[in-house]
T-cell receptor
C-alpha cells in the first residue's frame, strides 16, 4: 500500500540534544511538508520541499533543519536551538506543486516529541 | 496575506442531525483551493473535501458538502446525518499561488457528536 511513514511515533529528548524525525513516502509525490501541531491548535508549516535538493522555510523554521536528497525522503531535525520543541509533528506530501485537487495533502501518522 | 479563520473552537451536535462548521479565508489570489481535513483523536489527518475557486458548484463528498460563498470568502463544511464517529477536530485549509502553493490551516473546530 502506498503511503507516508513517519518514525518514531514517540520520542523523548533531553534539553540540548538534536533529534531527527524520519518521513518516507512511496506515493511518488513531488512535494513534501513538515507541520507542527501544539495541543488544541492548528498546523503550522515548518519547512516544505517541492523538488529534490531544494526546500523552503515555512512560518516557524527557526530551530529546525531539513534535507531532501531523495524524492521519497524528507527528514526533519529538531535542533537544540528550538526553544520549545515539545509538540506533535506531521509530515505530508502532495502530488503536484501547483494548484487544484492534486494539492491534497497525504499525511503520516505523526511523531510526538517530548522534551524532558 | 493568506489567512484561514475558524471561529468555533468547539461544537456539539446530536447524532443524526446536520452541523455546519464555519471557515473564512483571506487571499489576494484569484486562483486558490480550499480543503477540509478531519483529525480523530488518534492524530492522523484525513482529507474530506476540496473546492476550487473557479468551481461553480458546491463540492459534495458523501455526507460532506462545502457551502462556498466566494464573495464572502467563506467555505463552510456541512456534515449531514452526524454519526458518533464524526467526533473529531476539523481543519479548514487553503492553498494558492501567492503562497507558493503551500497549504495553510485554520485553528480547527472540535466537534462532539452526542448519542
Amino acid at each position: 500500500d502506498g503511503g507516508i511513514t513517519q518514525s518514531p511515533k514517540y520520542l523523548f529528548r533531553k534539553e540540548g540534544q538534536n533529534v531527527t524525525l524520519s518521513c518516507e513516502q512511496n506515493l511518488n509525490h513531488d512535494a513534501m511538508y513538515w507541520y507542527r501541531q501544539d495541543p488544541g491548535q492548528g498546523l503550522r508549516l515548518i519547512y516544505y520541499s517541492q523538488i529534490v535538493n531544494d526546500f523552503q522555510k515555512g512560518d516557524i523554521a527557526e530551530g529546525y533543519s531539513v534535507s531532501r536528497e531523495k524524492k521519497e525522503s524528507f527528514p526533519l531535525t529538531v535542533t537544540s536551538a528550538q526553544k520549545n520543541p515539545t509538540a506533535f509533528y506531521l509530515c505530508a506530501s502532495s502530488k503536484q506543486t501547483t494548484g487544484g485537487r492534486t494539492g491534497e495533502l497525504f499525511f503520516g501518522e505523526g511523531s510526538r516529541l517530548t522534551v524532558l | 496575506a493568506q489567512k484561514i479563520t475558524q471561529t468555533q473552537p468547539g461544537m456539539f451536535v446530536q447524532e443524526k442531525e446536520a452541523v455546519t462548521l464555519d471557515c473564512t479565508y483571506d487571499t489576494s489570489d484569484q486562483s486558490y483551493g480550499l480543503f477540509w481535513y478531519k483529525q480523530p483523536s488518534s492524530g492522523e489527518m484525513i482529507f474530506l473535501i476540496y473546492q476550487g475557486s473557479y468551481d461553480e458548484q458546491n463540492a459534495t463528498e458523501g455526507r460532506y458538502s462545502l457551502n462556498f460563498q466566494k464573495a464572502r470568502k467563506s467555505a463552510n463544511l456541512v456534515i449531514s446525518a452526524s454519526q458518533l464517529g464524526d467526533s473529531a477536530m476539523y481543519f479548514c485549509a487553503m492553498r494558492d499561488r501567492v503562497g507558493g502553493f503551500k497549504t495553510i490551516f485554520g485553528a480547527g473546530t472540535r466537534l462532539f457528536v452526542k448519542a
